[in-house]
């Protein structure tokens, strides 16, 4: 048994990205095949969430910083963004883009690409979670105190030594527990690519995709879809732990709260 498991990881392990047998099982399905081919679907699932996160979290100072921006239209703009992509349901968004890449191909061949689940969705979570994050480190940012910024003022910084020095560590310090829910609940947006308009090729899908197929295959759903939820919770535990330790990092310049231990005083024994 241990060995037809190993042969079927063997078989299936990477067959989401095209690596391994081609044709999926239709008959005589184990749970070690719905398990082996919804983490092989996984690998697109981290796919789109680690990109986006590291894509959009940059793209999401910027819209930031351009949000705090005193010329006007630099604001506007960055609150513009910021409102359609939190103001509208990631759903639309993949349909909408869908259907705009679809009609610039048309147009413009080069845009091909784009029409794809691996560009075009990997785009709309990028800006989704721009938008997102951009409102989490605004807030961060003007919650930093003006006490610090005034120092930083008396000793002659530019803006951007203030910045680097001193407001985009602090900036990621406040902000980093809310980015974390944000970072999650993108890992988990990525289901959402199942869903969209945005083709499946080769039968090369993500998570859920594999999960549809064995509860269509099986009629039993109750397997493959806790699967998923599994797959995803060992995922978010992953990415609290990681965000634990970058958290440590940005706070080791904090003193370190003294719990003194509890001493028994008799006069408050009855």
């Not at 690409?113 to 979570?125: C, E, K, V």
Request: proline share 4%; aromatic share 18%.
């Amino acid at each position: 048994m241990i060995l037809t498991c190993l042969e079927i990881i063997q078989d299936y392990g990477l067959r989401s990205i095209g690596l391994g047998e081609r044709v999926l099982p239709k008959t005589d399905i184990t749970i070690c095949h719905q398990a082996t081919l919804i983490g092989s679907g996984m690998l697109w699932n981290i796919y789109f969430g680690v990109l986006a996160l590291i894509l959009g979290f940059f793209f999401a100072i910027l819209l930031s910083l351009g949000r705090r921006s005193d010329h006007q239209i630099v604001s506007y703009l960055c609150d513009t963004f910021i409102l359609i992509f939190r103001g509208t349901p990631l759903f639309i968004q993949f349909f909408f883009a869908y259907f705009l890449f679809l009609s610039l191909k048309k147009a413009f061949p080069v845009f091909d690409p784009f029409t794809s689940a691996w560009l075009g969705a990997l785009i709309i979570l990028f800006f989704n979670t721009s938008a997102y994050s951009a409102n989490i480190f605004y807030g961060a940012l003007v919650a930093i105190p003006r006490g610090e910024i005034d120092a930083a003022d008396s000793f002659g910084m530019s803006n951007w030594q203030k910045f680097r020095s001193i407001e985009f560590r602090q900036m990621l310090r406040l902000a980093w527990p809310a980015y974390i829910n944000e970072a999650i609940f993108m890992f988990h947006a990525t289901t959402l690519v199942f869903f969209s308009a945005f083709p499946t090729r080769q039968q090369k899908g993500d998570a859920l995709y594999y999960a549809n197929y064995f509860a269509d295959k099986t009629f039993n759903p109750f397997i493959p879809y806790p699967i998923v939820a599994i797959y995803f919770i060992i995922l978010t535990i992953f990415v609290v732990l990681l965000a634990r330790v970058f958290n440590s990092s940005l706070s080791r310049h904090l003193p370190k709260s003294v719990s003194r231990p509890l001493r028994l005083r008799f006069n408050f024994l009855r």
